[in-house]
């Protein structure tokens, strides 16, 4: 059973900028959720998507965007980058037909915006 | 809103003794609760979750967790600690299905 991945692993973006995050979901899962991790923080709910379909969305700007393709991997997208968005991006995979409600955590990538 | 608070914000121990980590939440419908760990350089790993039945749960590496409704509150403990348990450790409630609510973590250094 292949684990949830992200790429890349760290990127250096300008403040300004655009950046895109890839998510390969767990086989089996059909639910990406993304998150941002700041420096000492719990990571924080961005959004989620569920079979193709954003479906429920946290306290972020809609700079923040999303897919998720039909064979449930997923993109995080943000644009005009911030300072603040420096974080590290977390993706989560799940199964929401079933219902434990567990999320799989991929290694997250570390954005640095300058 | 609902929200989860995690009053350890850095704990230190010696190796063997007794670890008690404190998590409450604040939400007043049925919930589910779990316990992540992120160790050095790894990603988020569940330790344990609680969904229905009986409130004392038993996880990973000798871990438990108590449910206790009445307090809302989710304490995870273990008898005796090793190094290898230093890590971070993240309390978090989710009421629906699409989002994980979490605590600002406790960051657990264990001493030889």
């Known amino acids: 059973e292949t684990g949830v991945t992200q790429s890349p692993t760290h990127l250096i973006k300008t403040r300004g900028q655009q950046v895109t995050l890839r998510c390969s979901s767990q086989s089996g899962h059909n639910t990406v959720s993304w998150y941002q991790q700041a420096l000492g923080q719990g990571p924080q709910f961005i959004f989620q998507?569920?079979?193709?379909?954003?479906?429920g969305r946290g306290n972020f700007p809609p700079r923040f965007s999303g897919l998720q393709f039909p064979n449930y991997s997923s993109e995080l997208n943000v644009n005009a980058l911030e300072l603040d968005d420096s974080a590290l991006y977390l993706c989560a995979s799940s199964n929401r037909d079933l219902s434990s409600y567990e999320q799989y955590f991929g290694p997250g990538t570390r954005l640095t915006v300058t | 809103a609902q929200s989860v608070s995690q009053h350890n914000h850095h704990v230190i121990l010696s190796e063997a003794a007794s670890l008690e980590l404190g998590c409450n939440y604040s939400y007043g419908g049925t919930v589910n609760l779990f316990w992540y760990v992120q160790y050095p350089g790894q990603h988020l790993q569940l330790l344990l979750k609680?969904?229905?039945?009986?409130?004392l749960v038993k996880g990973i590496k000798g871990f438990e967790a108590e449910f206790i409704k009445s307090k809302f509150s989710f304490n995870l403990r273990k008898p005796s600690v090793q190094w290898s348990d230093t890590a971070e450790y993240f309390c978090?409630?989710?009421?629906?299905?699409?989002?994980?609510?979490f605590g600002t973590g406790t960051r657990l250094q264990v001493f030889p």
């Open positions: 998507y569920y079979r193709e379909e954003e479906n």
């Open positions: 609680y969904f229905s039945g009986d409130p």
């Open positions: 978090a409630v989710n009421a629906r299905p699409d989002k994980l609510i």
